[in-house]
């Protein structure tokens, strides 16, 4: 006699089915609002970093849509200054952790280029059509999580009427300076300012956030 199959405890789970990039070719066009409400939705942490209800979810959240923007960067042209944009959103995002984990928020400094570098990132999500858009999220999200790797030790604040910002005299990398994101060089002493390496110097008169080489530079 045959003994009784004990039920199946194992619970199904649907498999996860995802549509290949290019079906977005034979799928009618995102409208307009849809548009906006992504964009909404991508600037949605950064109105939660500018409080004390910031997470570590917001973080990850702005990481994702800095890691499109690296990726826009990589397969269009005409970005401007998207990858430096990226480079010190992501640089912001790695120091604005100690906040989250302390529950204040983040300086203004901190998420202002944030700020910036998801908003030309929507921007530039609005010129795309969907082939384009699906595309550009499918290859993000297989992108190495280092593929903007930054070193926290390299992130500063260059805060001009501070006897400390003295240590950062003539390093070079980027910050955001005037509104806009520049790679540069701080200037070797007071009055300071940003030397971009295209442009004219950007006098620092409040807090801005640079991303900087160890090693110094001389000239522009």
């Given at each position: 006699?045959?003994?009784?199959?004990?039920?199946?405890k194992k619970?199904?789970?649907k498999?996860?089915?995802?549509?290949?990039p290019?079906?977005?070719?034979?799928l009618?066009?995102?409208?307009?609002a849809q548009?906006?409400?992504?964009?909404l939705?991508?600037l949605l942490?950064?109105?939660?970093l500018?409080s004390?209800e910031?997470?570590?979810?917001?973080i990850?959240?702005?990481?994702?849509t800095?890691k499109?923007?690296?990726?826009?960067c990589?397969?269009?042209?005409?970005?401007?200054?998207?990858k430096?944009?990226?480079i010190?959103?992501?640089?912001?995002?790695?120091?604005?952790?100690?906040?989250?984990?302390r529950?204040?928020?983040?300086?203004?400094?901190?998420?202002e280029?944030?700020?910036?570098?998801?908003?030309?990132?929507?921007?530039?999500?609005?010129?795309?059509?969907r082939?384009?858009?699906m595309?550009?999220?499918?290859?993000?999200?297989?992108?190495d999580?280092?593929?903007?790797?930054?070193?926290e030790a390299?992130?500063?604040?260059i805060?001009?009427?501070?006897?400390?910002v003295?240590r950062y005299?003539g390093?070079?990398?980027?910050?955001f300076?005037?509104?806009?994101?520049?790679?540069?060089?701080?200037?070797d002493?007071?009055?300071?300012m940003?030397?971009?390496?295209?442009?004219d110097?950007i006098?620092?008169?409040?807090?801005?956030?640079?991303?900087?080489?160890?090693?110094?530079s001389?000239?522009?």
């Open positions: 006699m045959s003994k009784k199959k004990s039920p199946r619970t199904y789970r498999k996860e089915v995802r549509l290949p290019m079906s977005a070719a034979f009618p066009e995102y409208s307009e548009k906006t409400n992504l964009g939705a991508q942490p950064v109105k939660a500018r004390s910031a997470t570590k979810t917001n990850i959240a702005a990481v994702t800095v499109l923007g690296v990726n826009i990589e397969h269009y042209e005409d970005t401007g200054d998207l430096d944009a990226c010190l959103a992501m640089a912001a995002l790695v120091a604005g952790l100690e906040y989250t984990e529950h204040e928020p983040l300086p203004d400094y901190m998420v280029p944030i700020e910036y570098a998801i908003t030309r990132i929507v921007e530039i999500e609005m010129m795309l059509d082939a384009a858009l595309h550009t999220f499918s290859e993000s999200a297989q992108m999580a280092q593929c903007l790797l930054v070193e390299l992130i500063g604040a805060i001009p009427d501070v006897p400390e003295a005299a390093l070079k990398g980027y910050a300076a005037g509104g806009q994101a520049h790679a540069g060089r701080l200037s002493g007071a009055p300071w940003w030397l971009p390496v295209k442009g110097p006098p620092i008169n409040e807090p801005i956030l640079a991303y900087l080489d160890d090693e110094q001389t000239g522009t």
